[in-house]
């Protein structure tokens, strides 16, 4: 039985589709009010459950061979924040999983992720990947980079489509390795089963490195028209966006982050999705204003 924690959100419930698809057997966690129905029906076993909750992820972990978890805070809020959910909460479910006997165990961090990094976010999941390693689980860090399908959209994608400015921080010149929510998935599901992933962190990347000039470029390209462009300093609110990832964008515009995908997308059979695709693909699911 393989746990997917994080299954109601987009990258767990991908992930729990595809292997229920290969025909695993699959529990998922899910909250009280949450919405399963699309992982019940073709065989997903539930249990009601919850990060902050130490008693139900016993439960959750009952009878569990591997557990693979994509949970955060990000798209939350009130009571699930940083602090109760990607510091407390996975530390809660590393050491119920321990305790249940769970011999894998597959961690979905982020590129850059450090116990002494100045982000919260990221500082949370370092501290969870130091438990992960010293837990006694055989484990998997999954370490991709920025994720297009939620931050291409977030900042220029949706501005674009609205008819709104895209607002970029600071130079926004930084080049960064955007990787597509899609090839994640298939080295979450891979990895849970390979035996030579097993204390190993996985750096995911995209096909080619991008700054967020070039993401607005790329829209503009398949647009055919010029997008309007606003600045605001490093640390600034960005108009729409949740604190986290105002935080975040200013951090991006400190360092470069690009990877070299060759060795692991041949070796994992995943080759990495071009920005491009990502682009039309996007515009081609969302309805465009009129001129």
């Known amino acids: 039985m393989i746990l997917v924690v994080g299954a109601t959100g987009q990258l767990g419930g991908l992930i729990a589709h595809r292997l229920l698809e290969r025909g695993e057997p699959v529990r998922i966690l899910t909250r009280a009010g949450s919405s399963f129905d699309a992982l019940a029906a073709p065989g997903a076993q539930t249990v009601t459950g919850d990060l902050k909750d130490r008693g139900s992820l016993e439960e959750a972990c009952s009878g569990v061979g591997a557990v693979i978890t994509t949970a955060n805070s990000a798209a939350r809020g009130g009571e699930d924040n940083v602090e109760t959910v990607d510091r407390e909460g996975n530390r809660n479910l590393v050491e119920a999983a321990a305790r249940a006997g769970v011999r894998r165990f597959v961690f979905t961090s982020a590129l850059g992720a450090d116990p002494d990094s100045p982000v919260p976010f990221l500082r949370a999941k370092g501290e969870t990947e130091a438990l ?36 970029l921080v600071g130079s926004a010149s930084r080049r960064h390795s955007f990787v597509a929510v899609p090839d994640v998935v298939a080295y979450a599901v891979t990895a849970v089963e390979r035996p030579e992933a097993e204390g190993q962190t996985l750096v995911i990347g995209g096909a080619a490195p991008v700054s967020w000039r070039e993401v607005v470029a790329e829209f503009e390209v398949q647009l055919d028209r010029e997008l309007p462009v606003r600045t605001v300093e490093a640390g600034a609110p960005v108009p729409g966006l949740p604190e986290m990832m105002s935080q975040l964008l200013t951090a991006q515009d ?32 969302n309805p465009r204003p009129a001129p």
Do not use: C, E, H, K
């Open 132 to 167: 992960v390693r010293g837990s006694g689980m055989a484990w998997t860090v999954l370490s991709p980079n920025v994720f297009m399908d939620v931050w291409v959209p977030a900042v220029v994608g949706g501005p674009a489509l609205a008819g709104q400015p895209v607002t």
């Open 254 to 285: 400190t360092y470069d982050s690009p990877i070299d995908m060759t060795g692991l997308a041949a070796a994992y059979g995943v080759p990495p999705t071009p920005l491009s695709d990502f682009v039309r693909g996007f515009l081609a699911a």
